[in-house]
């Protein structure tokens, strides 16, 4: 259920409000907007029944929010998009952002390299594994720590805000540690016990839609994160997986602008990961930005054939500046910056 709030609520007023759903055994988000004030309300809402919610000083308004996912739902929020700070970076704000690097964290030499690389060509965020779930147990799984020291470090000397993945509750506040947002990979969107340990940890997440997953399964996920007092939430839609095989995954292009519709949270893209080649990843990018998204996560390395995880759909440092070149063009186009 949310109230909406009269134009002129005094803070006494709205502080009423919530001590009063609060003494139900509810709790409370406020969410303020430009030109309206939301207080909505978690938990079992038939203790509200017996209570008139119209009658108290301040209340314009109050609706049911039928959606399963109440937090997450676009009504919860006084804005049409939620922004989330991530260092110094907004998403969801007018600048279409782009967090670039590689797959995995491979050494400190490639890592600054690229690092220095992306930041050249307008990259708003670095990203890269230093944990990195793989589908053989024999495969390059990342440098761990180190790879965090390296991130560390590398964002001291270009300023990008860094993005990685976390993969295990127990490794949760390590990571949290050293990046500036916490991504939550495609095989782990239901992963519910670390999901309710990246709320606690109140880090900005990155919520990647599972490769099996409905839009509704994301945004449950998503709604576990932001129940444990987390709201600061990115959605990312990567592809799923379909009969098709001459992709390796098939880029759901309508649910960019379905979620947008549907949440109040950013929305990007992963090209990378969608179409699974190289010489996919700026078309894909475009038709994102295109299609609503409030940025990108894309993978880039020095050597892409010598790459430890991921090669074929990460871009050479050339192939990174001529998508940003053209990205331009799109986000002119839906009003947007880079």
């Not at 990018?285 to 998204?293: E, K, N, P, R």
């Not at 074929?312 to 998508?323: G, H, P, R, V, Y």
Request: hydrophobic residues 45%; aromatic residues 6%.
């Amino acid at each position: 259920m949310i109230i909406v709030a009269r134009k002129n609520i005094t803070v006494d007023q709205l502080d009423y409000i919530r001590e009063r759903i609060e003494s139900l055994g509810l709790r409370t988000h406020i969410s303020k907007g430009v030109s309206r004030t939301i207080i909505g309300c978690i938990g079992d809402e038939a203790r509200l029944a017996g209570v008139s919610l119209l009658s108290i000083p301040g209340v314009r308004s109050v609706h049911p929010v039928m959606r399963p996912y109440k937090l997450a739902a676009r009504d919860f929020s006084a804005d049409r998009t939620s922004r989330v700070q991530v260092g110094n970076r907004t998403f969801g704000g007018p600048a279409c952002l782009v967090a670039a690097g590689p797959c995995s964290v491979e050494g400190a030499e490639m890592m600054a390299e690229t690092g220095r690389a992306v930041a050249g060509e307008g990259a708003s965020l670095l990203r890269g594994g230093a944990f990195k779930p793989r589908t053989s147990p024999y495969s390059f799984d990342g440098l761990k720590e180190e790879g965090l020291r390296i991130l560390e470090r590398v964002r001291e000397e270009t300023g990008l805000p860094v993005v990685t993945e976390v993969l295990d509750p127990r490794h949760a506040e390590l990571v949290a540690g050293y990046a500036d947002m916490l991504q939550i990979g495609a095989r782990n969107m239901q992963n519910f016990a670390l999901l309710r340990e990246v709320g606690r940890l109140r880090r900005p997440v990155l919520l990647k839609r599972g490769m099996s997953a409905t839009l509704k399964d994301l945004l449950l996920a998503a709604e576990y994160v932001m129940s444990g007092g987390n709201m600061d939430v990115v959605l990312c839609e990567r592809g799923i997986r379909t009969f098709g095989g001459e992709m390796r995954n098939t880029f759901d292009l309508a649910a960019i602008p379905w979620l947008k519709l549907e949440t109040h949270l950013p929305v990007i893209a992963d090209p990378s990961h969608a179409g699974g080649r190289r010489d996919l990843v700026a078309p894909l990018a475009f038709a994102a930005l295109a299609a609503g998204a409030d940025g990108l996560i894309v993978e880039v390395h020095p050597d892409p054939e010598t790459a430890a995880s991921d090669g074929d759909q990460s871009l050479s440092f050339a192939e990174f500046a001529d998508m940003m070149r053209g990205l331009q063009v799109f986000a002119e186009a839906a009003g947007r910056s880079l």
